[in-house]
């Protein structure tokens, strides 16, 4: 029985075979771009942004099975279990990472079967941890976590027909529409599903309809209680739904 458990897409690697003993999970130190300035006088330097750029997380285990042929299978099927994107981890419960496999694992030597293998995943797009389930409301909500601020997603059926202008307010940013192809019954969704910002309205992008104004996305605080508005036409809307996934260092 393996001491540690890992998952991608909710499919556990010690679930693969009988023969898969995961060994280790090692997290490395987040990969930073820290920005400075010189100070006007003496030594020292100002500390003007610090980026995170990337975290891994290292897979070490073990092929217990002596038989090359059926050792090699095994592998292929590790090989393309590392395929999937979020990776989540027994200490880390209800938390899951996007990921990308920077490595495949291979069997360098038939002699020495009992070698620890490896792999290391990657996160690029978003490198924190972030909770497996969405917090959800329709108005105010408690985004847990520690990390820097999330980005928030809304649904909101229209009620009326072609509001001139459409507003959605968070505590750190705001985006406004103007002009947006909105019939009564159609569906305005905000979304991070594919990692980037979009805006839709019954699929279609409405992106380019947002103002030069506008904040580059919208945030949510973690770690405390927001509000979020939504205005059309300068009036409060009612009925959206908004969702977010707190985030961890």
């Known amino acids: ?47 003007a942004r610090r980026t995170r ?29 590392a395929q ?3 990776l989540s981890t ?4 209800q938390q899951r990472l996007k990921v990308q496999a920077e490595n495949l694992p291979t069997l ?19 490198p924190f941890w972030e909770d497996a389930q969405p ?29 001139a202008e459409v507003t959605i307010a968070t505590p750190l940013s705001s985006i406004t529409f103007r002009d947006l192809p909105l019939k009564a019954g159609q569906e305005l969704v905000i979304s991070h599903e594919s990692g980037t910002l979009t805006a839709t309205i019954d ?14 996305d919208l945030l949510l605080p973690c770690g405390q209680i927001s509000t979020v508005t939504v205005t059309a036409d300068s009036t409060t809307t009612s009925g959206c739904i908004f969702s977010a996934r707190g985030r961890w260092l």
């Open 203 to 216: 699929g279609a992008d409405v992106l380019p309809h947002r103002t030069p104004e506008s904040s580059d």
């Open 1 to 47: 029985m393996t001491r540690y458990k890992v998952w991608l897409d909710q499919q556990g690697l010690q679930d693969l075979d009988p023969a898969i003993h995961i060994i280790d999970l090692q997290e490395q130190p987040p990969s930073q771009l820290l920005s400075t300035a010189a100070r006007a006088q003496g030594d020292g330097v100002f500390l």
């Open 53 to 81: 750029q990337s975290l891994s997380v290292t897979v070490r285990f073990a092929i217990r099975e002596p038989r090359p042929a059926r050792r090699q299978a095994i592998l292929q099927k590790v090989r393309t279990w």
């Open 84 to 86: 999937g994107s979020y």
């Open 135 to 163: 917090t959800s409301a329709t108005s105010t909500l408690y985004l847990p976590g520690d990390a820097p601020p999330a980005p928030l997603d809304m649904r909101w059926v229209c009620s009326s027909n072609a509001p």
């Open 90 to 93: 027994g200490d880390r419960p």
């Open 108 to 126: 360098s030597s038939a002699l020495k079967w009992t070698d620890a293998l490896s792999i290391t995943f990657t996160a690029y797009e978003a």
